[in-house]
């Protein structure tokens, strides 16, 4: 099968055979990342434009290597420092970017949706959503899914356990699809006020006992608490929440030894997760962000035409 893609806006929109390919193409694409010259020609030509309304570190950072590594030009956006502030809409500042001729938008926005929008509006520039709103993440669940498939040789019939605020986290539905979509079991834990009710109807199992969630688990993804998404108070105090939903140190010793631990990042520590947690022989959280750098090569690469 090739890959036929112009977009890519979310994992419900990609079957089976278009992850693997997109699995395995990342797999060749971390090889060049350990040569001496980490560079080969294959976007020479294209324009990348990094479009971020909101802030990013990982993943602005990743597509912007990954462009540099396949040898595009990429070109950085925000919101602050454009047209932007003086009025000027998404759209417009979408089709002034593809009267330049530029070949792909990689697109972070606040708004559900926005990336999809400039999908159908567009008519030469490809769009690769790099997170919008509460929806989408896809290029962090494609690395995740490269973290796990490379620490336990595959995906299907795992034990994967999503753990946090699932309410407001892209990471979370984007896991929830690709994962379940890739075979796994998933369970989703957290206080009740942030697991949105209806979820088990995208194939996961929900405790709100973390306990329950973490103690057989091949996989433990913890979720940063999404201060800026959430208007009201979900938990009566951070504390609380650390005791009751954390990955605390004594609920470190209670999961698998065999059981890797997973963070999309940034980390609260402390928070959702403890120091000790984030950094022991379990962690992959860094793995992550490496497999970052390769996801996206893959994706640029295989949206530019493969
Ligand atoms: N995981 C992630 O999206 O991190 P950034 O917000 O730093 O890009």
């Known amino acids: 099968m090739s890959f036929k893609k112009k977009h890519i806006l979310d994992m419900a929109s990609l079957c089976v055979d278009e992850v693997n390919i997109i699995l395995n193409t990342a797999e060749m694409m971390k090889e060049i990342s350990k040569r001496h010259i980490k560079k080969v020609p294959t976007l020479r030509g294209k324009t990348i434009v990094l479009f971020f309304y909101e802030p990013s570190t990982r993943t602005r950072t990743s597509f912007d290597i990954a462009t540099k590594r396949l040898s595009g030009d990429s070109i950085s956006?925000?919101?602050n420092s454009?047209?932007?502030?003086?009025?000027e809409t998404l759209i417009d500042t979408a089709r002034n970017i593809e009267a330049?001729?530029?070949d792909i938008i990689v697109l972070r926005h606040p708004c559900s949706g926005a990336p999809h929008m400039l999908a159908k509006l567009l008519k030469n520039t490809s769009v690769i959503n790099a997170g919008d709103g509460m929806h989408a993440h896809p290029s962090q669940s494609l690395l995740d899914l490269m973290t796990v498939k490379e620490n336990k040789g595959?995906?299907?019939g795992l034990r994967v356990a999503?753990?946090?605020d699932i309410a407001h986290s892209r990471v979370a539905m984007s896991n929830i699809t690709g994962f379940t979509k890739?075979?796994?079991d998933v369970i989703v834990a957290g206080p009740p006020t942030m697991i949105p009710s209806g979820i088990e109807t995208f194939g996961v199992s929900v405790t709100y006992n973390i306990d329950e969630a973490i103690?057989?688990?091949?996989v433990i993804i913890m979720l940063r608490i999404q201060k800026e998404r959430q208007e009201d108070f979900f938990f009566p105090t951070e504390r609380e929440y650390s005791k009751v939903y954390g990955l605390?140190?004594?609920?470190?010793e209670k999961i698998s030894k065999d059981a890797i631990i997973m963070h999309p990042g940034p980390i609260n520590k402390g928070l959702e997760i403890s120091a000790e947690a984030a950094e022991c022989f379990q962690t992959r959280i860094l793995n992550q962000v490496t497999n970052g750098v390769a996801v996206r090569m893959a994706l640029l690469y295989l949206v530019a035409g493969g």
Do not use: Y
Request: some cysteine; glycine content about 10%; hydrophobic content about 40%.
């Open 162 to 164: 999503i753990i946090g």
């Open 82 to 87: 454009s047209s932007i502030v003086k009025g």
């Open 182 to 184: 890739m075979g796994a």
């Open 77 to 79: 956006i925000s919101a």
């Open 100 to 102: 330049m001729n530029c």
């Open 248 to 252: 605390t140190n004594k609920r470190l």
């Open 215 to 218: 103690c057989s688990a091949d």
């Open 154 to 156: 595959s995906i299907k």
